[in-house]
Each structure stands twice: as structure tokens, then as C-alpha cells.
């Protein structure tokens, strides 16, 4: 089915059964914690929570796994330049202590700036980071999984977005298929005359993809016209605010438990954010410490997590 | 009672959606180069935002957009850092279209796009940074796209080059047969509020 | 509701009333030009129908018939842009005063190509789409689904996603979405002409339940008239905007002169007893149907072969195959997807060079799946491709270019570049040919395609029918040894068909073979030499199209349906004659009638 293409599959678990504005705050209650959140042991316990989650609605671990390689080159990217430009972020984001440093990433000899001291305190800020993007990236996966386009129509639908806004993108769902047939018609088509694309330079490879990005932006103008006319055909327009919709959506009894647990849990994400910034709780400078403490790396100042040592 | 007067005719409709699940495609088959952060990956979806918008305006754009979130690894957070694009394009786009010089359109295409996307940068650092978190301090992502180049570049291809062929080789297909109210204001006011949000964090970090 | 008359600022405000006794529909005067174009689509169109009527519009391509379906529910002028004379009154309603969706409200218009009218997720959303559109009640548009899924036998599909169903229940499910809609006037434009033979079937069983049903006025436009007449009250011929001949069907079928002087798909049956009338047979006799030629033809052929013996038929497709070294091979090959669907079944051929070949069977056959494998585009799971001898595993898509040139259905799936010229040079770059050679083949091809005046010229802007030529060109730059052509046909009108197969053919004289794939049994029958039938991945009969047409029995398991000529002949018992007659110029050949040189 087309909508397998972005991941949903039409299955029977509890997470599917829900809402979607419950699956939607699900997707906000995971996430945002996540962005607010800043130490990296609260955020695996997040993430251990998505990946529970994940596998009641039938993700298993092995697709999750292989979804997660895409994601290796920015968790790299992350790393590197976390550990690079740690040290150029200013106050807000750093201890106000000296940082443990661990060893040099760019020997000081080719220093062009303060940059590429690797320090205990930029590892577990970056291992925080890339916590952080596997959780946003799993959720948006798990909102899908269990999300099909209907559901999402007919979210739309109840939170008064206009129905052309909401047609579009119906539309655009049920359309897949024939978008997707038409893009390897064309491929097909440009590689029976010998056409390849392979190139290690972005730029050119850009260039390459013009003999199929042009007949299928071409080839879905001209279907586009065709469908215009088909919805046209259909009586659209006639009173887009008295339109009808055949699926209504209504809160049943699992979604009113399930969305008041996620308010409560958004709620406390919040407040154990705000503890980060304002009493050192649950920041990543606050394990630093311990780490610090474990590795016999000091400060004395346990009790202070903030203060100067 | 008089049913209101519609946000987009079925033509503007079709082709946002039709683009939109282009790039729905795109995205969910990975048929880009990875990049070096989540939604930043170098594929065609700014040409089908770019082409929905001159042939749509933007609402056609945003809905490309709306449509790209699904499938993007950031998800929804990313979707209202495309629109200053979106409408600073959709602002100057009319103008281009109707110049007489073939050479000319291309031109002002690629300048329209280039300081379009530069506005957009702005807007993903400040997600990545300020929001999310990815990353502790903004300069050096902006010197590794703006000076370092290659990034900043491949992304300007993506948004300039197909759709200026498209435009040169077939404008009927992109032809400005829309409207949108109070365009001016409603760009001005999403880049002042980009801005607002980079540089009110800017001084921290 | 019909009291709400839409916003539309681009009308003038002048609302035509028209006097419409008894007539539904009503033209009066009218023309049309499109926007861009020069010249009017319609010219004077004056046509009035009767509530209830079920009209047949027909005529060549460009003659006006899509557009007068697009006066009928709004989309002209309200969508298109262009100029409008003249008045339309529908259902009650002025065309000009009234905006689309209250004249779709009372006409429901289906397309051809059913892709293009599918637009949800799945099946039970198409249905209820329409019916949203205009407020009906949530219960009242359950009520109307469940009636639309009976109507379309698609009950068992309501949670589908309309593109997985088959062209043929595509269209079915198009017709029920208008359905649903419960409108007055029912406009099908050209509705089986993108299907294959078992889809036209379908739409044709379901439109005449339809039709059966009574209360419903119908206007079909539709090229194949042996199936459609049947039901029709009245026929409509149309070329060039205007009106040529408008009665009883019968009665505008008796219009030789007409009929012939425009370029249409008459009916083999009709065109026997035109010829039959010059020789003063059969006069003021006009079948369109098989038993009705039957039934002609068993009084008539004891009196013409009483008068003269039948004539020797010259049979150009009869004779030896030589496969000794053929050309293209294969041997045992077998496809399957990676979902474990099985596309081919060990299916093994041979084509000599300088073979002309069609490949024919309902969609999904493997006929698309087999011819892919001979350029490399998709490779087989077992078994083998040879080309010239050598196997193709080894090869890749540019170099099996070379060998085989594809052509796919749609020919702006291929045209990107800005010239004719850069597109005839796309092919030769890709596999770096030099400046010279290329050169040298884009010139040679343009020549041979009568393409030479339009190298500089953007092939966006050309007609379709030469944008085809374009995308032929685009592929012989490489001269390849054959030439695959995929469903040039499906979509097109019988003229524009036969004008590929012409080009086609033209080509095989020069030297190449060509591979076809058609559902036009007509032009299967009248140009290929060797035709293969596949079914369910399997190769289910092979031969000389008069080979395998004379095994109805065998194809009607593939939903193929022989040419008219061969039907008639084939049912022919007294007397008996031959079984095998392909075309018209070979059954006046059998009936003593007419030369060799007799064509279609």
C-alpha cells in the first residue's frame, strides 16, 4: 500500500487503535521532553521508552536498527562537532568550571582557533545531542507506523484546517501510487537510453538528475491539470465549510486516559527542564560531575553543581 | 449564506498535492545524498517546493512543505523554517516570470532563490541549535555551509536549477495564476521574526 | 441547493435563459476556442437531447468531442480558459451563470485514463468524495457507498487503495465515485480506451446495467461502436469542431459518404455492407454488430458466389519463421517481484531479425515484465536472455542500448531537453559517442523521421503526435537492431495508432525488428507477422495472427477478443468460411469483391 511507503502499516496493536490528536500528543510528549531535556541520562531513559513503545506497535528492534544506520553519518557529524566547537559555546551552555580535559582532537599545532579539545564534559554534551536525535527521529518513525492517511485527514479536519489545505494533502496520499509509478516510468525510460546517474560531487550529481526530475515534474504538471479537473468534476467547492466528512473522529475511553497520562508526563518533561536551567537537576552538568566524581577527575563541590569551584 | 471564497482552486490544489507526494517520495525512499544532519539531506525536495510555489503560490509551497514533514526525520519541527523561503520566492516570483529576457529569468531566478535560501539557513540553525540542541554554538555550522560552501551550494541547485529549467524550458506549467493577500507583509513579518529568533539567542551562545 | 448561485467574477453577468422543452441538454450556437489555440474547438454546435436518451458521440482525434463533454458539466468555461459563444442550458441551468459544482451536481463526467480520477486512499473515501462535497449527510453517503461497491462489484475492495485494482475495476470504481454522486446526466469520454480487452469489458458490462436501470440520460464518447450501438438512441459524428451526422444509428451509418470521408474506426460489419452496397448487395442494410453481419452475410455470400468464385488471398504473413540465429531469445525465463509475486513463468521465445512482433494479453500478463528483460531494465530470476546470441546478465543498460531501443507508452515520460535536437542527442552523449557520430545520427534520424525541421525547435511545444516521433528518434540515434514499442496505441484513437504502426512498419523495412506491445487486436492483426499471447506469466499460444486468431476459444481465456472481420467469418456455418480472414481487404478478397490492394 502507498502509505507503507512512509512507514504506516494497517496493523491491530493499542497504539494504532488511539485517537490520532492521542497518537499526535504522543509524538509532543516524546519529543519535547527531548528538547528540553539536556541530560543524556534522562534522555536514554526517553529513548529506552520509545523503543518500548516502538515495539508494542509491532517496530521491530532489526527495522528499527536499520533505520537507525541512515542516521550514523549525522550522528558522526554531531559528535565531531560537538567535541570540535564545544569550547567556542558560551556561558549558558557550559560549566562555569574548568573542563576535564581528555586529549587533543587537532594537534595544538594546527590550531586556527580554541577548538578541538575533547573534554569529558563535551563528550557527555554530545552524547546528549545525538540521544536527542535518535528520540525526535524514532518518534516522527512510531507517529507514522501507527498513523494512516485518514487518520491524519481527518485530524486536520477536526482542527478546523481549511479544506483545501486538508484535500491537498488527501489527496497527495491517495495520489502516491501513481506519483510513484510515474517516477520509475521515467527512470525506466531515461535509462533505456543509457542514462546513469553516479557522481561523488553533490553539485553534479544535482545536474544528473535533470533528464528524470524534468519529465517527472513536467509529466505531474500535466496530471495535475487531469486531477484538477477530476475534483472539479466531483463537486468540490460547492461549500467547502459545510462539506461533510464520512470519518468523524471521537475521543473513546482509552484515549481519554492515554492523552490525560501525556499531559501529565508533558508537564512534568517541562518541569524537570526548568530544573535543569535553575537548580542544576537533571542537566548534563550535573552528571559531569558525577562522572567527574567516578573517574577521580574532581571538583570537590558536589553539592554546588553550579557553583565555582 | 455565501460559501466563502476558496483558499486555492482545484488546479492549486492538484499541484501541491501532486509535488507534495513527490516529495513524500523523496524522502521515504532516502533518494538523496545523506547529509550531515537529520532533515538535512540533499535531496529534490526544495525543487518541488520551489516549483509548487511558482506554480501554486504559498499555500502551494507550504503545503509541499506540510507533506515533506511527514517523512522528514525532524518531523513537524522543521516545517515553518521553510515558509520565509516559501514567501520571499512567491513575492518576487510574478516579477520574474514576466521578463521578456530569457537569461534575465534565469538570473533573477537564481539571485531570488539564492537570498531565499540564505534567509531559510537562518531559520534551520536556529532549530538545530536554539531548539534542538544538536549542537552548543552557531558559527561554525554557518561557516561550514556559507564559507565552506559545498552545502550552501548543492542546496542552491537543488532550489534554483531544476526549477529555472522547468521555467525556461516549459513556463507554461509554472505560469503565476494566483494570488495571495497582504504577500508583502506576511514575508517582512516571517523574516523579521527569523531573525528575532537566531538573534535573541545569538548573544548566548 | 440549485438556489445558490456561485461566486465567479470572471463571467459576464448576462445569465441566457433558454427554452427547454423536454430537451436535458441544450446547444445552442455554440463555439469554442481555447485559450492558446488559433483555431475554435467547436464550431456552431447545435445538439439537443431528450431526458433519458443515450447518445453516442464518435469522430477523429481533435474533432471536438472531449471538449463538448467539458461544456456539459462546467469545466468549460469555468475551468478551462478560453472564449465561449453561443448558449448550453443543463438540466435546467445556463452554463455561464452556473460554476462547476452545481452543474456537476447534475452531470457526472468520467475520463479516460482512470489514473488521473483516483485520487484517495482508498476505495469507500473515492465514493464518498463527491456526495462530501455537497453536504449529504454521513448515513446518506454510507448508503450510497454500499450501493456504489454493488454497482462496481467492488465490495470486496472498499478499504483498498483504488491504483491496486486493475485498469478495468479502476474505472469501475471511477464510474461508481460519479455514481454516488446520483446524477441526472451521465458523460463518459472515451472510458475504455486506456483498459485492456477484459477492462473494456467490465465498463462496458457496468454502463449497460447502467443504462438498463432507464431514468439516467447518458452521452458516451466512444471509438469502439460495435459495442456501444447496441444501446445508443441516437449517434453523433463529429469532426473538426462541428457536427457531421447526428440520427438514429442506423440511419447516420447509412451516410457512406460521411462515414468514410471522416477518419473513424467503422465497424467492421458497416464496412463490409459498404462494400457489399457498391456491388448492389445489401442495400439500405447497416450492421454494426457481429450477428447482425452474420446474419447478412448468410443471405448474401450464396449470391455472391454464385456470380463469382471466391478470390485467391495473397498472404503476406504466411511462410517459413526461420529461428535458425534469431535475434532475440529467451530461454526459460522466469520473474518474480520481491513480494514473491511471480511475473513470468518460464517463458521461452525466439525472434528472428527483421521479425515485426506483437505481444498481446490482459494487463498484468508479463507482456511489459518480458520486453524489459531484453534491454536489461529488469533482469531475470531464472533463466535466460540472449541478444544476438550473447547473454545479456553480463550487460549493462547502456550497452544493452545499444542492441534494443525502448520506447515506453508515454512519450513525455522521456522529453526533458530544450530542443528536438539535444533530445536526439541525449542517447549517443550518455554513451559517449563522439561530437562526429553523434552528429551523424541525430541528422540520419531527423531525416528519416521527417523530424528536420524541428531540431531547434522545443519539443514541449510540439503535438503529441510528434513528440512520439521525437521519442522513437530519441532511441534509434544508437541504431539499435530492435525496436521495443510499449502500448503506443492505449489512449489513442484508431488513426494515431495506425500512424505508429505505419512508422513502425516503415522501420522494419529498413532493417529492424519490432516488438510490440498492443491491446488494438485491429492493427495486431494487419501489421505484425508473428504474435505471442501471454497470460498469467505463461506463454499461452504463439503464431501468424492468423494462427492465433483462429483459436477464439483459447483466447477468449485471456479476454482477447479477434478483429470483427475474423469474428464474422469465424461464425459463419452456412456457408462456411475461412477462419482465419484478418482484415477487411482479405475478406473482399474471400468474397470475390475486392483486389489485393483493398487496405482499411
Given at each position: 500500500m502507498a502509505s507503507e511507503l512512509f512507514g504506516y502499516r494497517p496493523l491491530n496493536t493499542f497504539f494504532h487503535s488511539l485517537d490520532p490528536r492521542v497518537k499526535f500528543a504522543i509524538f509532543f510528549s516524546l519529543t519535547l521532553p527531548a528538547v528540553s531535556w539536556n541530560d543524556p541520562i534522562y534522555l536514554t531513559a526517553l529513548l529506552a521508552a520509545i523503543l518500548a513503545i516502538g515495539r508494542i506497535a509491532k517496530n521491530s528492534f532489526?527495522?528499527?536498527?536499520?533505520?537507525?544506520?541512515?542516521?550514523?553519518?549525522?550522528?558522526?557529524?554531531?559528535?565531531?562537532?560537538?567535541?570540535?566547537?564545544?569550547?567556542?559555546?558560551?556561558?549558558?551552555?557550559?560549566?562555569?568550571?574548568?573542563?576535564?580535559?581528555?586529549?587533543?582532537?587537532?594537534?595544538?599545532?594546527?590550531?586556527?582557533?580554541?577548538?578541538?579539545?575533547?573534554?569529558?564534559?563535551?563528550?557527555?554534551?554530545?552524547?546528549?545531542?545525538?540521544?536527542?536525535?535518535?528520540?525526535?527521529?524514532?518518534?516522527?518513525?512510531?507517529?507514522?507506523?501507527?498513523?494512516?492517511?485518514?487518520?491524519?485527514?481527518?485530524?486536520?479536519?477536526?482542527?478546523?484546517?481549511?479544506?483545501?489545505?486538508?484535500?491537498?494533502?488527501?489527496?497527495?496520499?491517495?495520489?502516491?501510487?501513481?506519483?510513484?509509478?510515474?517516477?520509475?516510468?521515467?527512470?525506466?525510460?531515461?535509462?533505456?537510453?543509457?542514462?546513469?546517474?553516479?557522481?561523488?560531487?553533490?553539485?553534479?550529481?544535482?545536474?544528473?538528475?535533470?533528464?528524470?526530475?524534468?519529465?517527472?515534474?513536467?509529466?505531474?504538471?500535466?496530471?495535475?491539470?487531469?486531477?484538477?479537473?477530476?475534483?472539479?468534476?466531483?463537486?468540490?467547492?460547492?461549500?467547502?465549510?459545510?462539506?461533510?466528512?464520512?470519518?468523524?473522529?471521537?475521543?473513546?475511553?482509552?484515549?481519554?486516559?492515554?492523552?490525560?497520562?501525556?499531559?501529565?508526563?508533558?508537564?512534568?518533561?517541562?518541569?524537570?527542564?526548568?530544573?535543569?536551567?535553575?537548580?542544576?537537576?537533571?542537566?548534563?552538568?550535573?552528571?559531569?560531575?558525577?562522572?567527574?566524581?567516578?573517574?577521580?577527575l574532581g571538583p570537590p563541590c558536589l553539592w554546588h553543581p553550579l557553583g565555582p569551584c | 449564506m455565501m460559501p466563502r471564497k476558496p483558499l486555492l482552486n482545484t488546479r492549486q490544489i492538484s499541484v501541491a498535492a501532486v509535488l507534495g507526494g513527490l516529495s513524500l517520495i523523496t524522502e521515504a525512499f532516502g533518494l538523496s545524498l545523506p547529509g550531515y544532519l537529520p532533515g538535512v539531506n540533499f535531496n529534490l525536495v526544495g525543487a518541488y517546493l520551489s516549483i509548487a510555489t511558482m506554480a501554486a503560490g504559498p499555500l502551494g509551497g507550504i503545503i509541499v512543505t506540510i507533506l515533506d514533514s511527514f517523512t522528514s526525520s525532524v518531523g513537524f519541527y522543521g516545517l515553518p523554517f521553510y515558509w520565509p523561503h516559501v514567501f520571499f520566492l512567491a513575492l518576487f516570483y510574478k516579477r520574474i516570470y514576466s521578463m521578456k529576457s530569457t537569461a534575465m529569468k534565469v538570473v533573477g531566478y537564481w539571485v531570488v532563490t539564492a537570498v531565499a535560501l540564505f534567509i531559510q539557513y537562518w531559520g534551520w540553525f536556529f532549530l538545530y541549535v536554539y531548539v534542538f540542541k544538536f549542537a552548543t554554538t552557531i558559527w561554525p555550522l554557518a561557516v561550514y555551509n556559507f564559507v565552506g560552501v559545498i552545502p550552501y551550494a548543492t542546496f542552491l541547485a537543488i532550489y534554483a536549477l531544476i526549477p529555472g529549467f522547468v521555467l525556461v524550458t516549459a513556463p507554461n506549467f509554472v505560469r503565476p495564476n494566483w494570488n495571495f493577500p497582504y504577500l508583502k507583509w506576511v514575508t517582512a513579518a516571517s523574516i523579521i521574526l527569523s531573525a528575532i529568533a537566531v538573534a535573541s539567542q545569538a548573544g548566548l551562545r | 441547493m440549485n438556489t445558490l448561485k456561485r461566486f465567479s467574477p470572471q463571467l459576464g453577468s448576462a445569465e441566457a435563459k433558454i427554452q427547454t422543452q423536454g430537451a436535458i441538454i441544450e446547444f445552442k450556437g455554440v463555439t469554442w476556442r481555447y485559450q492558446e489555440a488559433k483555431e475554435p474547438s467547436l464550431k456552431g454546435i447545435d445538439l439537443k437531447v431528450d431526458r433519458g436518451e443515450v447518445i453516442v458521440i464518435t469522430g477523429p482525434s481533435g474533432a471536438g468531442k472531449t471538449t463538448l463533454c467539458r461544456c456539459l458539466n462546467g469545466l468549460i468555461p469555468h475551468f478551462f480558459e478560453g472564449e465561449l459563444q453561443g448558449d448550453v442550458n443543463v438540466a435546467g441551468m445556463s452554463l455561464r451563470a452556473n460554476d462547476i459544482p452545481f452543474l456537476a451536481a447534475k452531470v457526472g463526467l468520467l475520463f479516460d485514463d482512470p489514473s488521473n480520477q483516483l485520487f484517495n486512499s482508498t476505495v469507500e473515501e473515492e465514493l464518498a468524495f463527491g456526495p462530501e462535497n455537497y453536504a449529504i449527510p454521513v448515513p446518506e453517503i454510507k448508503l450510497r457507498i454500499d450501493e456504489g461497491l454493488e454497482f462496481a462489484r467492488l465490495e470486496n475492495s472498499r478499504y483498498k487503495n483504488p491504483h491496486a485494482l486493475s485498469g478495468g475495476q479502476q474505472q469501475a470504481c471511477a464510474l461508481a465515485s460519479i455514481f454516488t454522486m446520483r446524477p441526472e446526466i451521465f458523460v463518459l469520454d472515451e472510458p475504455t480506451s486506456n483498459l485492456d480487452p477484459y477492462g473494456a469489458q467490465l465498463i462496458f458490462q457496468r454502463l449497460s446495467e447502467l443504462i438498463q436501470k432507464g431514468r439516467r440520460t447518458f452521452i458516451v464518447v466512444e471509438h469502439n461502436l460495435e459495442t456501444i450501438l447496441p444501446y445508443a438512441d441516437r449517434l453523433v459524428v463529429m469532426d473538426r469542431g462541428a457536427i457531421l451526422g447526428d440520427g438514429k444509428p442506423k440511419d447516420v451509418l447509412k451516410q457512406v459518404d460521411l462515414m468514410e470521408g471522416v477518419d473513424l474506426q467503422v465497424p467492421h460489419a458497416t464496412q463490409l455492407a459498404y462494400e457489399l452496397q457498391k456491388h448492389d448487395y445489401a442495400k439500405g442494410e447497416t450492421p454494426f454488430t457481429t450477428e447482425e453481419a452474420v446474419s447478412l452475410l448468410t443471405r448474401v455470400v450464396p449470391l455472391l458466389l454464385a456470380r463469382r468464385p471466391p478470390g485467391r488471398r495473397s498472404d503476406p504473413t504466411e511462410g517459413e519463421r526461420d529461428v535458425t540465429n534469431p535475434l532475440v531469445e529467451t530461454r526459460g525465463v522466469e520473474f518474480a517481484y520481491p513480494d514473491g509475486t511471480r511475473a513470468l513463468n518460464g517463458v521461452s521465445l525466439k525472434i528472428p531479425e527483421g521479425d515485426y512482433v506483437g505481444f498481446i494479453g490482459r494487463n498484468g500478463s508479463g507482456k511489459t515484465t518480458l520486453v524489459k528483460m531484453f534491454d536489461g531494465l529488469l533482469r531475470p530470476t531464472k533463466g535466460e536472455v540472449l541478444l544476438g546470441g550473447e547473454e545479456t546478465a553480463s550487460k549493462s543498460v547502456p550497452q544493452l542500448a545499444r542492441f534494443v531501443g525502448y520506447n515506453f507508452q508515454n512519450p513525455d515520460d522521456q522529453i526533458f531537453a530544450r530542443t528536438v535536437r539535444e533530445e536526439l542527442e541525449f542517447a549517443p552523449k550518455n554513451l559517449n559517442l563522439s561530437p562526429e557520430e553523434i552528429t551523424r545520427a541525430v541528422e540520419a534520424v531527423a531525416r528519416d523521421l521527417e523530424l528536420s525541421k524541428y531540431l531547434d525547435v522545443n519539443p514541449f511545444s510540439l503535438s503529441q503526435g510528434l513528440r512520439r516521433r521525437v521519442a522513437i528518434g530519441s532511441t534509434l540515434t544508437l541504431d539499435p537492431k530492435v525496436l521495443v514499442v510499449d502500448e503506443p496505441t492505449t489512449g489513442q484513437d484508431y488513426s494515431r495508432a495506425k500512424v505508429v504502426m505505419e512508422l513502425c512498419k516503415r522501420l522494419n523495412e529498413k532493417g529492424k525488428t519490432i516488438l510490440i506491445i498492443s491491446h488494438n487486436m485491429d492493427l495486431i492483426a494487419e501489421y505484425c507477422r508473428y504474435v505471442y499471447v501471454l497470460k498469467d506469466g505463461f506463454l499461452l499460444t504463439e503464431g501468424t495472427p492468423k494462427r492465433v486468431f483462429s483459436q477464439p476459444e483459447t483466447l477468449m481465456e485471456t479476454s482477447i477478443v479477434p478483429p470483427q472481420i475474423t469474428r464474422i467469418f469465424q461464425q459463419m456455418t452456412k456457408p462456411a468460411l475461412p477462419h482465419d480472414v484478418l482484415t477487411m481487404g482479405e475478406a473482399l478478397e474471400v468474397l470475390g469483391i475486392g483486389g489485393a490492394s483493398h487496405g482499411e
Open positions: 532489526r527495522t528499527t536498527g536499520r533505520f537507525l544506520l541512515y542516521l550514523v553519518p549525522a550522528l558522526l557529524f554531531l559528535l565531531v562537532y560537538n567535541l570540535l566547537f564545544y569550547e567556542s559555546s558560551i556561558v549558558s551552555a557550559r560549566p562555569s568550571w574548568n573542563l576535564a580535559f581528555l586529549f587533543y582532537l587537532i594537534p595544538v599545532k594546527f590550531w586556527v582557533c580554541p577548538c578541538g579539545h575533547v573534554s569529558l564534559e563535551s563528550l557527555v554534551y554530545a552524547s546528549g545531542a545525538m540521544d536527542r536525535i535518535i528520540i525526535i527521529v524514532l518518534s516522527g518513525r512510531f507517529l507514522l507506523s501507527v498513523t494512516s492517511p485518514a487518520d491524519l485527514t481527518s485530524l486536520m479536519v477536526k482542527l478546523r484546517i481549511p479544506s483545501e489545505i486538508t484535500t491537498a494533502i488527501n489527496v497527495a496520499f491517495g495520489f502516491l501510487p501513481v506519483s510513484l509509478a510515474q517516477l520509475t516510468g521515467v527512470v525506466e525510460a531515461q535509462r533505456a537510453r543509457g542514462w546513469e546517474a553516479k557522481s561523488k560531487n553533490p553539485v553534479t550529481l544535482v545536474r544528473k538528475a535533470v533528464p528524470t526530475i524534468v519529465p517527472v515534474i513536467t509529466r505531474s504538471l500535466t496530471r495535475a491539470e487531469f486531477l484538477a479537473a477530476a475534483i472539479s468534476s466531483r463537486g468540490y467547492g460547492f461549500d467547502p465549510k459545510r462539506r461533510t466528512y464520512l470519518r468523524e473522529i471521537k475521543f473513546k475511553g482509552r484515549d481519554w486516559y492515554t492523552f490525560s497520562f501525556l499531559i501529565g508526563f508533558i508537564l512534568i518533561g517541562q518541569a524537570i527542564g526548568a530544573a535543569a536551567w535553575g537548580l542544576g537537576w537533571a542537566d548534563y552538568r550535573f552528571t559531569t560531575l558525577i562522572l567527574r566524581h567516578l573517574l577521580g | - | -
